[in-house]
């Protein structure tokens, strides 16, 4: 079993930046994908990024739209934990945001890829 624990969300102004992070422990694979969803309130969960990791290499990254250019996804294995680092954050990026583990990358935009998900944590942008 896969635990996934979020945490670095807050209260930030617009234009301004924070870093998520989620810290994975239990069953680890050396194949993995990675991803990143936001939900806002009254709206389904929605992708954001994600991340496909083959022992230490990347083999692929993707980012949804909305954000490519302003949020970059990394990875620290000495530390089983990945990042989502947040500029130029925006009103519009007000969700919970959640790290979630599957193996599937043909269908990593879909929230039912992943198996595993964090609890989640607010991200707030005051306008």
């Known amino acids: 079993q896969v635990q996934l624990v979020e945490s670095g969300g807050g209260l930030v102004q617009a234009g301004g930046s924070l870093r998520l992070s989620c810290a994975a422990s239990?069953?680890?694979?050396?194949?993995?994908?990675m991803g990143w969803f936001r939900q806002a309130p009254g709206k389904p969960r929605e992708f954001v990024a994600a991340?496909?990791?083959?022992?230490?290499?990347?083999?692929?990254?993707h980012y949804a739209d909305s954000v490519r250019g302003r949020f970059t996804f990394s990875v620290d294995n000495t530390k089983n934990t990945v990042y989502l680092q947040m500029n130029s954050l925006k009103p519009e990026d007000t969700a919970v945001f959640y790290c979630a583990a599957g193996s599937s990358w043909a269908t990593h935009i879909s929230p039912s890829e992943y198996d595993h998900w964090g609890q989640g944590t607010q991200v707030t942008v005051s306008s």
């Open positions: 991340i496909s990791r083959s022992g230490s290499r990347t083999d692929y990254m």
């Open positions: 239990g069953r680890t694979f050396s194949r993995y994908v």
